[in-house]
Every structure is written in C-alpha cells, then in structure tokens.
C-alpha cells in the first residue's frame, strides 16, 4: 500500500484546499492570460498592464441545476479566486444565462429549479454578492437591446464558421447552414444560429475589460471583440475611442475534466448517466462509489498517457486540479505514482478522498443555503438584477446616442439616477 508520507511530490499534489487560495492573476497586452503555474500571491494583481486601471471581470454560466466537478476546476472556482484578489476598484459581473439555455427546449418547472440551485451553489462556491454582481440574463432586457444592435452588423459568413451550432447538431466542421442538404438543417433555428451574438452583448453591455472562459469558448470571446471594433470603426467619434471595449480573455488553468465513463468526452451534465460526473454537492458516498466505477483500463502500474490511457490520466489530472497550487505535473505525479508502485484502487481511493475533502466545505454551505426561505435567494437575485441593469443601461444608452437613436427607459421607474446617463467612451 503507497504511502503519502513516503512521497513528498503526491504530499504536495493532493494537499487540497477547503477554500479557494489567492493566487495571481497575471495580465498584459495579449489577448489571451492565463493564471501562472507558481503561486506567487496576489502582489502580481497590482502590477496589471503597469497600471492600477480598474477591470470589470464578466462570465456566465448555464442554469443546469448544481454544477459538476467540471463546472467547478474549469471556471467557477476561478470566479472566486478572481474575486477574492480583486482590486477595490474592480467589478465582478456573474450571470446564470438563463436565455442561453433556451436555445433547447425547457421544462418550466425543471428551468425555474435549475436556476435556483445554481444560484445557491454560486454562494456555496465563496461568490460574495456584496462583492460580485449575481443576477439572471433574463432579468437584464439590456443584454437583448445590445444583441439587436450588434446582429445589424454580424456577418452571417462568421457565424456560419463558428462550431457552437454544428456541435449542438452533431455536424462536422465544414458543415454549411447555406446548404440545402445540409443534414440537421431543419433542426437549426436561428436562436441557436445567433447564440455568440448574444453572447458577445452580454460581454460588451458592462464594457467588460477581461473574461475567464475556456479554451473551447475563446473563438467567441473572439467574435465578440471583432463585433466591438467594427462597431467602434463606424460609430466612434474618432479614432482611439472604444464606445464598446473589446475584453481581453483570461485562461484557466484547469483544462477540460473528462467524463468517468467514457473518458474522451468532456463532463457534461448533458449525459444521460449519472455516474459519468460528480456534483459539487455529491455526498462522500456517492463521490467514492463514482470515482470506484471510473473507467480506466487494464494496464498495469500508473502511467500519464492522455492518447493510450485517458482514464487513468483523467484520474491523474483531477489530483493536479484539485491540489492547493499547481507546482506539479500530472507527468511526475504519474511517474511518482509509477515508482511507489500505486495500484489503481488506490488511485481511485486517493481521488475520491480528494475530491470529498476538497468540496465538503461547499456541500455544507450549499444545503444550509438551501434549507433558507425562498424570500433570501429571490431578495439577492433581485438586488443583482439591479445592479446590472444600472450598468447596462448605461451602456445601451451610450451606444444609442452613438446610433442617433433616443436613450431609451430615462424616466422608467425602476432606473436609479446613475443609470439614466450615458457611459462615457472608453479613451
């Protein structure tokens, strides 16, 4: 039986955090950052672009109930960590893109649970309210308003290359919406054909300056920014000013976490077995006995082979995710593995603790959370409802102005005062 004491690397690879650590976050003129391999605390976040510039720092994720451990190292616990070393200045802009997800047909009562879970599972995560704005897509009719605008000059050639569509479908790659024969076609509607034009005004409405997203999300962040400055280049009033800002991305370190069953498909809460992914708010239990299930292979010894073993490298990757700082590779942590003869049940038991200790802060806040009267999460939902309108409005104002269009909703009731002005152009 392997020891942890034994092995100082494996010591390292699965001290698992109970909250999500500092860590610094690192920008510069690139359009693509990522968060560094070393944890050298969050002094770096004051040295950003060489300025103390506040950023505001937008994502959004689809209401599909509680999230799974996918969800959690791929983004969401990079919101927290995002939060936790902002500067004061700094906004932070949450939304559960309920519009998004009805691009698929949607039970009422399974979407209006879903959202709910997801917002007490976004509290249970470490998201602070007071600190980050948290508010539902649709409860923001700015983010529509800006989609419009911006559709008047999204190039159907664009969209038609973008790869959300024809995976949503099941197309291949060079699959056309412009051809007759196109197989699926029928099934292609135009909510599903815009979805990066939405997309694209639910970043620039806030004049979003960085987005955590992963790298199967970074050809819209693209889109998204190139809809940014064609509209600068014909409605700025001169060159230099951004009347939509065009953001910058900001990489995660955790990469895709792969399905327990069938490890060359991402986790997804879309497949029909439940033992392909565990929640955030999985018990002990039913972590162990789907991290037991896991498929791997019939090998022998522990080896890091995304091709010949993606099982067992899955298994090995979740460690590294979950570990309290990323000095170690899953490679060595393989070959450490590999030298101290670990067999694959103790891998297995070794993940499945992990994972447990490492979400079982989570849990209990979640079900605590859940256990309070409904008027709590309506009352926080309402106040991040908001607050994103009086951003948004601000900017759907600017841009309407920019458009010789009238700003629209100035005396509408539900505006407070600061939201009735245009936003003035980013310089």
Not at 143 to 169: D, F, P, V
Request: charged share 25%.
């Amino acid at each position: 039986m392997f020891s942890l004491r034994t092995q100082p690397a494996l010591r390292r690879a699965v001290s698992v955090r109970s909250h999500v650590c500092p860590s610094c976050v690192r920008f510069n003129s690139s359009e693509a950052t990522s968060f560094p391999e070393n944890n050298a605390g969050p002094s770096i976040i004051k040295q950003i672009g060489g300025t103390k510039r506040s950023r505001t720092i937008f994502s959004g994720i689809q209401p599909t109930g509680v999230p799974h451990l996918g969800n959690y190292l791929g983004a969401l616990r990079e919101w927290v960590k995002l939060q936790r070393d902002a500067n004061h200045g700094d906004q932070l802009i949450y939304s559960i893109v309920d519009l998004h997800a009805i691009t698929v047909k949607q039970e009422r009562e399974q979407l209006a649970k879903r959202k709910k879970e997801l917002f007490a599972s976004l509290l249970a995560i470490g998201l602070d309210p007071k600190r980050s704005i948290i508010f539902e897509q649709s409860r923001v009719p700015e983010h529509l308003e800006l989609m419009w605008i911006l559709s008047c000059n999204a190039s159907m050639g664009y969209l038609g290359r973008m790869t959300q569509w024809k995976s949503k479908l099941a197309l291949s790659e060079n699959a056309s919406p412009f051809e007759a024969s196109a197989p699926n076609k029928p099934a292609l509607k135009l909510g599903l054909f815009s979805y990066p034009v939405l997309q694209a005004a639910d970043i620039l409405v806030y004049g979003t300056t960085h987005v955590p997203v992963g790298e199967d999300q970074a050809q819209h962040l693209e889109f998204a920014r190139d809809l940014a400055a064609g509209f600068n280049h014909v409605y700025a009033p001169h060159e230099g000013v951004e009347i939509l800002r065009s953001p910058q991305t900001i990489l995660s370190p955790a990469k895709r976490v792969m399905s327990l069953t069938d490890p060359t498909k991402k986790m997804s809460k879309s497949d029909p077995d439940p033992r392909s992914s565990i929640l955030i708010t999985d018990s002990k239990e039913e972590i162990r006995k789907k991290i037991n299930g896991a498929k791997t292979d019939s090998l022998v010894g522990i080896s890091y082979d995304r091709e010949r073993r993606p099982g067992v490298s899955n298994l090995i990757d979740i460690l590294c995710y979950m570990a309290d700082d990323n000095t170690i590779s899953p490679e060595t942590l393989a070959r450490d593995m590999g030298a101290a003869n670990v067999s694959m049940k103790a891998l297995k038991e070794l993940v499945a603790d992990t994972i447990d200790v490492g979400l079982r802060d989570v849990r209990g806040r979640y079900e605590d959370i859940m256990s309070l009267p409904i008027d709590h999460l309506s009352g926080l939902s309402k106040d991040g409802k908001s607050r994103a309108r009086t951003e948004a409005r601000k900017m759907v104002n600017t841009v309407y102005a920019a458009l010789g269009l009238e700003p629209g909703f100035r005396e509408d009731s539900w505006a407070p005062k600061e939201a009735r002005e245009p936003r003035k152009p980013f310089v």
